[in-house]
């Protein structure tokens, strides 16, 4: 059964590099999301996490500066993080890097290329558990 | 160079542009490439480390690219500007990525850099080592562009 997602929710997508953050935003618009936000790097994705109420992070893991791994733990770190959706969009595709994901408490995590239809099911399955666990 | 790098390159080339870019491309033969010179008008860089020590660079022509990242963002462009060259980055990003996952898999451990991109005609392209450059052509509707792949130690 598809879970009941808040399209209103405050979405932080989080990428270097321009262009995937408007192809992330396309999809979300597309699934429905209405409220997205976007950061260039790992240190201003915490700012906006600490200053702003952010329900959903969508972020990269190859980043300059801040890799999305660290900003992952950085954001389970934060007290209002610690319970936060993340899910991780990259193109570090080996076992090893999942587990290293999954260690440090991703929800759920897609290697690119991806397609509209893999992220809303990674989507959803992210709030369904979520919900089962509530 | 190791012939068996060449294909991971060219189908992750095929599959990020028609998942990404809903764009079919047809490759061509490879062919060695002897001087810097870019055939096309924009180009993604990309450091690859292992060992072997290599790099990889993807070289569009301006009614390539502009056609390819207009039908990934679902937007027209017609010039070679900032969106596009990000767009290259990206791209150089996602197929380097897919590659050495690919390698990942055949036990060829590599990290690979944060893309350079550099536009303009007749731009240069420098590869991380001075091993002979594998450059695979490719056609789409809209025009052509070109993978090329250097890695060190030929005799492996």
């Given amino acids: ?134 | 160079m190791n012939v068996e790098f060449i294909n991971p390159f060219l189908s992750a080339t095929i599959g990020v542009l028609k998942t990404m870019a809903f764009t079919e491309v047809q490759a061509g033969q490879p062919f060695l490439k002897k001087d810097k010179i870019s055939h096309g008008d924009v180009s993604g860089i990309v450091g690859i480390t292992g060992p072997p020590n290599g790099s990889m660079s993807l070289t569009f022509s301006k009614a390539c690219i502009v056609q390819i990242v207009s039908s990934m963002l679902g937007e027209t462009f017609q010039e070679v500007n900032d969106d596009i060259r990000d767009a290259v980055g990206e791209l150089s990003n996602m197929i380097s990525g897919t590659a050495r996952n690919d390698l990942g898999k055949k036990g060829f451990s590599f990290k690979t850099s944060i893309p350079t991109v550099v536009s303009g005609p007749g731009h240069e392209i420098t590869h991380m080592c001075k091993a002979p450059t594998i450059a695979i052509p490719f056609k789409t509707k809209a025009g052509h562009f070109v993978v090329e792949i250097s890695f060190e130690n030929g005799s492996q």
Avoid: H
Wanted: charged share 25%; net charge negative; proline share 3%.
């Fill in chain 1, 1 to 134: 059964m598809k879970p009941d997602i808040n399209m209103n929710m405050k979405v932080l997508v989080v990428d270097d590099f321009a262009t995937m953050r408007k192809i992330v935003r396309n999809i979300l618009k597309q699934i429905g999301f209405t409220n997205i936000v976007e950061a260039d790097d790992g240190a201003n994705a915490l700012s906006l996490i600490k200053e702003d109420k952010i329900d959903f992070v969508v972020t990269d893991w190859n980043m300059p500066n801040m890799t999305g791994l660290e900003l992952l733990k950085n954001i389970r770190a934060q007290e209002n993080g610690k319970n936060l959706p993340v899910l991780m969009v990259t193109a570090e595709g080996l076992a090893e890097n999942v587990v290293d994901a999954v260690k440090a408490g991703v929800d759920n995590y897609i290697v690119k290329p991806f397609t509209a239809e893999t992220i809303q099911a990674k989507i959803e399955q992210i709030f369904a558990k979520r919900q089962a666990n509530a």
